[in-house]
C-alpha cells in the first residue's frame, strides 16, 4: 500500500474510533444530562478512562464531535420531530438517539463528510453498540433527514 493510501486509512480509522467514543460519551450525557460537560468529557478521554491511550487526533475529533452535537441536539431532536412520525426523540433508544445526534451534527449540520458516508457510519456504528434493530431503524431515519434537508438529490 502506497504511503498516500496508509494516511488516508489512517485518517478514516482515527474518525471512525473518533465517532466511536463520542457516540458513547454523549449516551453516557444523555443518561446523566446534571453532569457538567466538560469536565466530563475531560474525564471520559482522560488518565485511567477508555480512551486513555488514544492517539491525541483521535481525543481532539472525538471533542468536537461531542461538543458539537451536545451543543446542537437542540436541532438535531427538531429535526428528528419532522421526519420521524409518532416516535419522539425522548421515546428512542438512548442508544440510537446518541448516534443519530452524532451524526446528523457531523453529516447534515456541519457538513464534515458527505451525506451517504454519514449514514454509512452511523448503521456501522449502530451496528456496534446499539440493539438488534438499530442500524436499520438509525439508516432509515437519516434516509428521511437526508430526503427532508435534501429533497432535490432524493
Known amino acids: 500500500m502506497s ?3 496508509q494516511k488516508i486509512n489512517h485518517k478514516f480509522e482515527s474518525r471512525h474510533r473518533a465517532r466511536e467514543l463520542a457516540a458513547q460519551f454523549l449516551y453516557s450525557m ?3 444530562p446534571w453532569q457538567a460537560f466538560e469536565p466530563s468529557l475531560e474525564l471520559f478521554l482522560g488518565a485511567g478512562s477508555l480512551a ?3 492517539p491525541p487526533e483521535v481525543k481532539e475529533y472525538c471533542r468536537f464531535l461531542a461538543r458539537g ?3 446542537r441536539r437542540a436541532e438535531a431532536d427538531e429535526l428528528l420531530l419532522r421526519v420521524v412520525t ?3 426523540p425522548e421515546r ?3 442508544v440510537d438517539r446518541a448516534i443519530l445526534r452524532l451524526i446528523i451534527f457531523e453529516g447534515f449540520l456541519n457538513k464534515e463528510l458527505p451525506v451517504n458516508s454519514a449514514i454509512s457510519e452511523a448503521v456501522e456504528i449502530a451496528r456496534f453498540f ?3 434493530e438499530s442500524a436499520r ?3 432509515g431515519v437519516l434516509a428521511r433527514v437526508a430526503k427532508h434537508l435534501f429533497p432535490e438529490e432524493a
Open 69 to 71: 452535537a451536545w451543543d
Open 52 to 54: 486513555e491511550t488514544e
Open 30 to 32: 444523555d443518561l446523566c
Open 86 to 88: 409518532g416516535w419522539r
Open 137 to 139: 431503524f438509525v439508516n
Open 3 to 5: 504511503k498516500s493510501k
Open 130 to 132: 446499539g440493539a438488534d
Open 92 to 94: 428512542m433508544v438512548s
